[in-house]
């Protein structure tokens, strides 16, 4: 299931899922929790305190996780997880570490200190081998310090129509080894991994026609049927419910709520690196013009973890960017919630209330550079606060 799907989903009547492992025996829904006075967002575009862009590294063939050789080097590649590196990045992380560790546990460089880098890195380090992360920005500079934060398995994750027979087992792998690492970083101080209540948000009235949103851009000309694998993680992830009027907020016609994991990039990545410190891992700057370049080093297994540097680095034209951009404002620690709905994605994390304009997969797709439109956060902001606005009186 794509992440648009998902949200389709949890906007319509039918719960979100039942258990793989779960009995026949339908059970009723839980009790709801009246919350008729969620803490409110101060959602106003004079209150931007960044704009953040990246481009997602989506491979049609879904994530390139396989090995080869170079010269007398084992090299493991592990990159292209477009829209969902951070929610598959221990699951992809653990079919690297087997691939690199094939031939013995020794030295090991891993080329990038994104999420998928510092996750093969740790995996590796803590099956006993001695590990370098080489890469020109560490991670809080990085793309993966970019992203939204949530867990978003199969978003933008590969091509229907482009990937082999055996990729969505691998995938569910992936997703599972991922969640199940993810929940170990629950619940530890500064929360690098949470949950918080998500709100799908649907029927929100339409704006006032003087403050109209902003048009779309035209989307290209391709239509991909982005891989959507959601319902075999059937009873993994929190089921969501419906709330009447009185147990929520929003000015909307349907609103639904489940939990849902969310990673509090800065805090996580500050433990990665730590960690992955602390354990003797050894942290180089160093840029890689060629594979050649990857030669010289002296580890006798390579993982490249580059993400979208893999285009320019290993000449892989079938990576594409997908463009993604979202308006921060100053942290509201007292909100701990979220919601999606009205064209937008809202989050609350520590490091800021980050307000995202959604429009389908499709939405980005294929845009070169990372370049700030100041327009589509205001809008994005605009659509956020709509979401609350008071509905007209009736006539
Ligand atoms: C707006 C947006 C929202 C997103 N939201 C989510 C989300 O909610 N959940 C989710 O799971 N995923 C999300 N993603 C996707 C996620 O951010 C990516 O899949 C992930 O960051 C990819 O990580 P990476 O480590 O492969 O790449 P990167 O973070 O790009 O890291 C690549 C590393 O390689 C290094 N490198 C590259 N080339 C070279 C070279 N030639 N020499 C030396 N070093 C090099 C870089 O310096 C860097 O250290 C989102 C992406 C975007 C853009």
């Known amino acids: 299931m794509t992440l648009m799907q998902r949200r389709s989903l949890l906007l319509g009547a039918g719960a979100l899922s039942l258990g793989a492992c779960a009995s026949t025996t339908v059970l009723p829904p839980p009790p709801a929790t009246a919350r008729t006075h969620l803490p409110p967002l101060n959602l106003s575009s004079d209150r931007i305190v960044r704009i953040t862009v990246c481009s997602r590294p989506f491979r049609p063939a879904g994530p390139r996780v396989e090995a080869e050789s170079l010269g007398d080097k084992r090299l493991v590649h592990n990159y292209g997880h477009g ?76 091509d ?80 969501s419910r419906p709330l009447s009027p009185d147990q929520h907020g929003f000015q909307a016609e349907r609103v639904r709520v489940a939990p849902e994991m969310q990673f509090n990039i800065a805090e996580l990545s500050r433990r990665l690196i730590a960690d992955f410190q602390a354990d003797g891992g050894r942290l180089e700057r160093r840029t890689f013009h060629t594979p050649a370049d990857l030669t010289a080093l002296s580890e006798p297994v390579i993982v490249n ?7 320019a680095l290993f000449g892989d034209d079938t990576l594409v960017p997908v463009r993604g951009q979202m308006a921060w404002l100053p942290p509201q620690p007292e909100v701990r919630y ?31 550079g990372e370049t700030i439109d100041t327009l589509e956060a205001q809008d994005a902001i605009l659509r956020a606060a709509a979401a609350f606005a008071p509905r007209p009186a009736a006539v």
């Open 83 to 158: 829209g969902s590196g951070w929610s598959l990045s221990w699951g992809s992380a653990e079919i690297a570490r087997e691939l690199a560790l094939s031939g013995g546990v020794g030295s090991v460089a891993v080329i990038g200190c994104g999420a998928i880098g510092l996750t093969t890195a740790t995996l590796l380090q803590r099956a006993g081998a001695r590990v370098t992360v080489y890469a020109s920005e560490r991670l809080p500079e990085t793309r993966s310090a970019r992203a939204t934060g949530l867990w978003t398995p199969d978003s933008r994750i590969a």
């Open 160 to 239: 229907a129509d482009r990937v082999d027979a055996a990729f969505p087992d691998v995938w569910e792998r992936m997703a599972r080894a991922s969640w199940a690492m993810h929940q170990t970083y629950v619940g530890q101080p500064a929360e690098p991994v949470a949950f918080l209540d998500r709100y799908g948000v649907g029927g929100v009235r339409a704006p006032d026609p003087d403050t109209g949103f902003q048009p779309l851009p035209a989307t290209p000309p391709v239509e991909i049927r982005f891989a959507s694998y959601g319902s075999r993680l059937a009873g993994l992830t929190p089921r």
């Open 305 to 311: 973890c580059t993400g979208y540097g893999a285009r």
């Open 338 to 368: 979220g919601f999606y709905g009205n064209g937008v994605s809202v989050m609350s994390r520590p490091d800021g209330v980050g307000v995202q304009r959604i429009a389908g997969d499709m939405f980005g797709y294929d845009v070169e």
